[in-house]
């Protein structure tokens, strides 16, 4: 499973979650061997709303978490299989992971 942040920061699982998707500057992607964290990867956001649809689909994404859902493509992300996942308080990966494992996220 592939799980992408939208961050303010390139600092691995200990960047800051953006509170929008038009705030981050990165994408944080977990990549999980069940609820291990088996790999980081950190790639720069140089994508418009548009183009999340179809990065999403070529890197297989499976989930995004994010802040609030402004600027997200929420009806085309999902038609292509992706989980949204929404934690108003802003929080690091790493946090945001923990409380994604314990099932305390809203799944939109």
């Keep these: ?11 691995s699982y200990m960047s800051q979650v953006a509170s929008n998707i038009n705030e981050a500057s990165y994408f944080t992607i977990l990549n999980l061997t069940g ?15 548009k183009d999340l649809v179809k990065e999403f689909k070529k890197n297989n994404f499976n989930v995004i978490v994010v802040s609030q859902t402004e600027g997200l493509p929420i009806e085309e992300l999902k038609k ?9 308080n802003r929080k690091k990966v790493l946090s945001l992971y923990s409380d994604f494992v314990q099932d305390k996220l809203k799944k939109i």
Excluded at 80 to 88: D, K, L, Q, R, T
């Design 1 to 11: 499973m592939r799980i992408v942040f939208p961050t303010v920061e390139n600092l």
């Design 35 to 49: 609820q291990t964290i088996s790999s980081v990867e950190m790639l720069d956001k140089k994508r418009t709303s």
């Design 80 to 88: 292509n299989g992706v989980s949204i996942f929404v934690e108003e």
